[in-house]
């Protein structure tokens, strides 16, 4: 069984910044990659940034320059650094890892969510 626990979400205001944190636990053969996804009101969860386990990083062109992820390969932990925040980043933030949990199986995993809310 795996287990993905995220943590550091809240309120912020236009302009500030939060960093996001998410690890995985359990049955872990391998991590392939690590990211994170986002899903506001009304509306799909999207892709925000990805980083696999050598290092290359994908980011959706609306956070490029402002979010950076990074990754803590022995800790199998992903982090998700946000600056110059605007309100349209408001939504549920959703860590996900694509992982293999025997040299065979693999699946991906979600965590629980975070808030993370933009607002004067």
């Known amino acids: 069984q795996v287990q993905l626990v995220e943590s550091g979400g809240g309120l912020v205001q236009p302009g500030g910044s939060l960093r996001l944190s998410c690890a995985a636990s359990?049955?872990?053969?391998?991590?392939?990659?690590m990211g994170w996804y986002r899903q506001a009101p009304g509306k799909q969860r999207e892709l925000v940034a990805t980083?696999?386990?050598?290092?290359?990083?994908n980011y959706a062109d609306s956070v490029k320059g402002r979010f950076t992820v990074s990754r803590d390969n022995a800790k199998n932990t992903v982090y998700l650094q946000m600056n110059s925040l605007k309100p349209e980043d408001t939504a549920v933030y959703y860590c996900?890892?694509?992982?293999?949990?025997?040299?065979?199986?693999?699946?991906?995993?979600w965590g629980q969510g975070t808030q993370v809310t933009v607002s004067s």
């Open positions: 996900n890892a694509r992982m293999y949990t025997s040299p065979t199986d693999w699946g991906d995993y």
């Open positions: 980083r696999t386990s050598g290092g290359s990083s």
């Open positions: 359990g049955s872990i053969f391998s991590i392939v990659n």
